[in-house]
């Protein structure tokens, strides 16, 4: 009986081959979509562990509409995942996003997978506005000053993170971008930062899909604490013209102006910063908390 069995599979899947060789068009079915799927369905990718701090910043996703985008950020602060979350958990803080990988590999999950989460802002991606309503935003800690490297553990857990959003939803690979790509107008957004490795993760995930991920068995350690902690200082470029400009692009929240302008007090009245001004931006978030609120 089993023999019977096997016959008729093999048999059946010869002349599915035949059937599918012989089809017209064959060729032009999107021939890594279907093996994505196979892939998909071959290893079950488990969920990660996730510490969960919901964020009230959040909505519903329109009628009908699933997640089939996967946004990536840096949180441009020194702070933990779990002090992202925090912030995140504070209604004036007018931001979200669905997860947050912390720099040693734990996940903090703020907003479900099923409700917008406000992480994208004016954007658009593949001609379609308002990336928020389809998205799945992940938060990244890094500084986002394109020198603090992006740790090992940080990376295997991103990685991780993000196989599983694709299998679960059926993300496209093609689907997955970074705020910097997606931002409206072009160029206003810089995450995530130009040492993040998007081929690292890529290559990452697919191995992940296709069950032949391995683990890093040495994991880095993350950077050792700033020599600041309070603030680090960038130099003002042309179009950033008021504090809001600088939170949105350095901060990722116009909403943080003003800790800038609690951090520069002597700019507080100018109407324009001028070009090439030394601006000091906070490493934390704790500014929030205990300077400006
Ligand atoms: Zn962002």
Same mark, same amino acid.
């Given at each position: 009986?089993?023999?019977?069995?096997?016959?008729?599979?093999? @048999?059946?899947?010869?002349?599915?081959?035949?059937?599918?060789?012989?089809?017209?068009?064959?060729?032009?079915?999107?021939?890594?979509?279907?093996?994505?799927?196979?892939?998909?369905?071959?290893?079950?990718?488990?969920?990660?562990?996730?510490?969960?701090?919901?964020?009230?910043?959040?909505?519903?996703?329109?009628?009908?509409?699933?997640?089939?985008?996967?946004?990536?950020?840096?949180?441009?602060?020194?702070?933990?995942?779990?002090?992202?979350?925090?912030?995140?958990?504070?209604?004036?803080?007018?931001?979200?996003?669905?997860?947050?990988?912390?720099?040693?590999?734990?996940?903090?999950?703020?907003?479900?997978?099923?409700?917008?989460?406000?992480?994208?802002?004016?954007?658009?991606?593949?001609?379609?506005?308002?990336?928020?309503?389809?998205?799945?935003?992940?938060?990244?800690?890094?500084?986002?000053?394109?020198?603090?490297?992006?740790?090992?553990?940080?990376?295997?857990?991103?990685?991780?993170?993000?196989?599983?959003?694709?299998?679960?939803?059926?993300?496209?690979?093609?689907?997955?971008?970074?705020?910097?790509?997606? @931002?409206?107008? @072009?160029?206003?957004?810089?995450?995530?930062?130009?040492?993040?490795?998007?081929?690292?993760?890529?290559?990452?995930?697919?191995?992940?899909?296709?069950?032949?991920?391995?683990?890093?068995?040495?994991?880095?350690?993350?950077?050792?604490?700033?020599?600041?902690?309070?603030?680090?200082?960038?130099?003002?470029?042309?179009?950033?013209?008021?504090?809001?400009?600088?939170?949105?692009?350095?901060?990722?929240?116009?909403?943080? @102006?003003?800790?800038?302008?609690?951090?520069?007090?002597?700019?507080?009245?100018?109407?324009?910063?001028?070009?090439?001004?030394?601006?000091?931006?906070?490493?934390?978030?704790?500014?929030?908390?205990?300077?400006?609120?």
């Amino acid at each position: 009986m089993k023999n019977l069995r096997q016959t008729l599979f093999a @048999a059946l899947g010869i002349s599915l081959t035949l059937v599918a060789c012989s089809t017209p068009g064959f060729r032009n079915l999107a021939p890594n979509t279907g093996l994505q799927a196979f892939q998909a369905r071959r290893n079950v990718i488990p969920a990660p562990e996730l510490m969960v701090i919901p964020s009230p910043n959040q909505n519903p996703r329109p009628e009908g509409v699933k997640p089939d985008t996967i946004v990536l950020h840096h949180t441009a602060t020194a702070g933990t995942a779990e002090r992202v979350a925090r912030f995140f958990s504070r209604p004036d803080a007018k931001v979200s996003a669905h997860y947050i990988v912390d720099r040693t590999g734990y996940i903090v999950r703020s907003v479900p997978d099923n409700m917008n989460s406000w992480h994208a802002g004016r954007s658009a991606f593949k001609g379609r506005p308002n990336v928020n309503d389809f998205s799945i935003g992940i938060e990244i800690c890094n500084l986002g000053d394109s020198i603090e490297a992006y740790p090992d553990a940080q990376y295997d857990a991103l990685i991780k993170l993000v196989a599983w959003l694709v299998q679960t939803h059926q993300i496209s690979l093609d689907n997955i971008t970074r705020h910097r790509d997606i @931002a409206v107008p @072009a160029g206003r957004k810089i995450d995530t930062s130009n040492n993040f490795s998007v081929a690292r993760l890529m290559d990452g995930v697919q191995a992940v899909l296709a069950g032949t991920y391995v683990t890093p068995p040495n994991m880095q350690p993350p950077a050792p604490p700033l020599d600041n902690p309070e603030w680090r200082t960038v130099r003002v470029q042309p179009g950033q013209q008021t504090f809001e400009d600088l939170a949105d692009i350095y901060l990722d929240n116009p909403q943080r @102006a003003v800790e800038i302008a609690a951090l520069n007090p002597e700019l507080r009245e100018a109407s324009q910063i001028p070009l090439g001004q030394l601006i000091r931006l906070p490493n934390t978030l704790d500014y929030w908390d205990t300077h400006v609120h």
